[in-house]
């Protein structure tokens, strides 16, 4: 999935969360939450960004091109036939060799249920207690299994031990990111309109049946 749905997923389920067990988050539980939801990819891909950054001037040059394409051919298609045929087309992939070996060794690393679960529980031991924010990263993880086909950077979720994986829908597929992005509209209108009107309306009746 992609960096910024991964963020936005993440509050989603925290704040559910939250919700049902009646609670309010406060800006510090949600950030932190937010951060260890997009961490395992700020860890894989941020030094390689910084690094084009400094060198080329752009965030990812394949991004870059990749984008004007995308629009080149959406454009075109609307304006010839009104049939957006680009959304039916899953997008090519990058080859994976023109990315520094690095990139795939902080991959595999951030992107490890092994690894993810050996340092919940140091952080557990050192706390004494769960940092439950951190199964945003997990979660994270778990999405990705299914969201990454094996084209490109597929989820290794039990390296280093071993190189399994799934071959699951690319989330760069349109039709995955429409999908993706109206379920989350549909969740924040839900979480943030509908559920906190019900609960602010049903709170006068509560305070009125403990008095």
Avoid: C
């Amino acid at each position: 999935m992609d960096f910024f749905a991964h963020g936005l997923w993440t509050n989603v389920v925290f704040e559910a969360a939250a919700q049902a067990k009646g609670k309010t988050r406060s800006k510090r539980s949600i950030w932190t939450a937010v951060f260890f939801g997009v961490a395992p990819d700020l860890l894989a891909f941020g030094p390689f960004l910084v690094s084009n950054i400094l060198t080329s001037g752009t965030l990812w040059p394949y991004a870059q091109a990749r984008l004007k394409t995308e629009l080149a051919k959406g454009v075109a298609s609307i304006s010839t036939s009104w049939e957006p045929n680009w959304l039916s087309a899953p997008p090519s992939p990058p080859d994976p060799s023109l990315i520094p070996s690095y990139v795939h060794l902080l991959y595999g690393v951030s992107h490890s249920l092994l690894i993810f679960a050996a340092v919940f529980l140091v952080v557990w031991l050192i706390r004494k207690a769960p940092l439950w924010a951190m199964s945003a990263w997990g979660l994270h993880i778990a999405v990705d299994v299914f969201s990454h086909s094996e084209k490109f950077f597929p989820t290794p979720l039990l390296f280093p031990a071993s190189e399994f994986h799934l071959d699951g829908i690319s989330w760069a597929d349109p039709r995955f990111m429409f999908i993706n992005y109206s379920l989350l509209a549909v969740s924040y209108l839900w979480l943030y309109g509908v559920r906190r009107r019900k609960r602010a309306a049903a709170s006068p009746a509560q305070r009125d049946q403990t008095t």
